[in-house]
């Protein structure tokens, strides 16, 4: 099958939807089919051989964050281009709805069109006021895929109609085969004893960005360094680091190591390091997929309570859940659970269980499977079409 996708979010700048996008193209790639991915992208930006780059994005606020999007005639042009090229059998076209290529494929793309969509935001005024524009567009999609309920949710309550939800998924055995490193452990768990009460505390996430949360966790940190004087917090992701700690007092900021971006080699390993991994994050979000990395991998997660969270999380079974924006509620779940390597046991073993639901061998056939109905559905009405031309042809009336 001949499959393209496309990418709303520049290349060059990853994040959730990326990292999606490409791990479904190269599980298709693995199966033996023709993948064409068109993103935004700088032009010294390195692509893998699959990925087609429509130039350069800008950044746009758009739903509680700053995206990278790509939207104009040039861009029109690229994607007309792109789509004569690949002579796709499907086209997959992520966030639809973004002023972005999505929105432009939608209008000049022919034949089966998947679109799945990411966004929960239940109070998007932008999108109930584009409706009109959005709406020749979407009556050209095929199937509709949402990556959980919520975001099912914002697409029924906003636009109409009604979408499979497909999660988001991971290569389960990849963060679960990683090795920890030593230096990210802590004592307890290199087996050190003697030492203070401690344990490492793990978190992934644009630092500036507040929705992910890391201003919450740092308001949790004094109470749990004074309850595990051992402890330290690890940060991973790109940021101003010294306004990051910038609310700490100054004797506690040397806890907190910032990592910076990390490779995706060194993010299983750190999550096969931590004792404890925390998402604090505040809104806007329709999945949780660094949850199930997490969970992959056996960290035992403390996390907000978003729905899009605790549905992950399987409601509180699979990892643990406090009330959002709650600094207090955070520090004494976290306390809690490095001072009981029993209950964290458990929990691995829950989220190692409840995660291979996501795994690409589980999504990536439930998504195969959605393009083979709307292909065949294609064919089908391209066959009837041509019997009923040949038909007229031949002046025979339609049994």
Excluded at 26 to 36: A, I, N, T
Excluded at 99 to 110: H, R, Y
Aim: proline share 6%; aromatic share 8%.
């Amino acid at each position: 099958m001949r499959i393209g996708i496309v990418c709303p979010y520049s290349w060059d700048v990853p994040g959730g939807v990326q990292f999606h996008i490409r791990d479904l193209a190269e599980y298709f790639l693995r199966l033996g089919h023709e993948v064409s991915v068109l993103a935004p992208a700088d032009d010294d930006t390195p692509l893998p051989p699959y990925v087609v780059s429509a130039g350069r994005a800008v950044p746009v606020p758009y739903n509680g964050s700053v995206a990278r999007l790509n939207f104009g005639f040039l861009s029109a042009a690229r994607v007309r281009r792109w789509l004569h090229e690949g002579a796709f059998d499907v086209i997959h076209i992520h966030e639809p709805t973004s002023p972005s290529l999505g929105l432009l494929t939608c209008w000049a793309a022919q034949g089966p069109i998947v679109a799945t969509f990411h966004t929960s935001n239940p109070r998007s005024r932008a999108m109930i006021a584009a409706y009109a524009i959005l709406q020749a567009a979407l009556e050209k999609i095929s199937a509709r895929i949402a990556v959980s309920e919520y975001a099912r949710r914002t697409l029924v309550e906003h636009l109409g109609g009604d979408a499979v939800v497909i999660p988001n998924g991971v290569d389960v055995d990849f963060f679960a085969k990683a090795e920890p490193r030593p230096e990210w452990q802590s004592d307890e768990a290199r087996g050190l004893t003697g030492k203070e009460a401690g344990g490492t505390i793990g978190f992934i996430g644009r630092i500036d960005e507040p929705r992910k949360g890391l201003p919450v966790l740092m308001r949790a940190l004094p109470e749990i360094l004074a309850a595990r004087p051992g402890a330290r917090l690890l940060v991973a992701g790109r940021g101003d680091e010294k306004e990051a700690v910038a609310s700490l007092p100054a004797g506690l900021r040397s806890r907190v190591e910032f990592l910076g971006m990390v490779s995706d080699e060194d993010k299983a390993r750190f999550l096969r390091s931590v004792d404890l991994y925390v998402a604090p994050n505040t809104g806007g979000e329709s999945f949780g997929i660094i949850l199930v990395e997490a969970m992959s991998a056996g960290a035992p997660v403390l996390a907000s309570d978003l729905d899009a969270f605790a549905q992950v999380l399987d409601q509180g079974e699979a990892g643990e859940l406090f009330p959002n924006e709650d600094a207090g509620a955070l520090a004494a779940a976290a306390v809690r659970l490095l001072g009981d390597p029993k209950r964290r046991a458990g929990l691995r073993e829950r989220g190692s269980a409840h995660v291979r639901r996501f795994d690409w061998s589980t999504v990536g056939a439930d998504i195969l499977s959605v393009y083979e109905t709307v292909t065949a559905g294609a064919a089908a009405v391209a066959a009837d079409e041509r019997a009923t031309g040949l038909r007229a042809r031949l002046g025979l009336a339609r049994d």
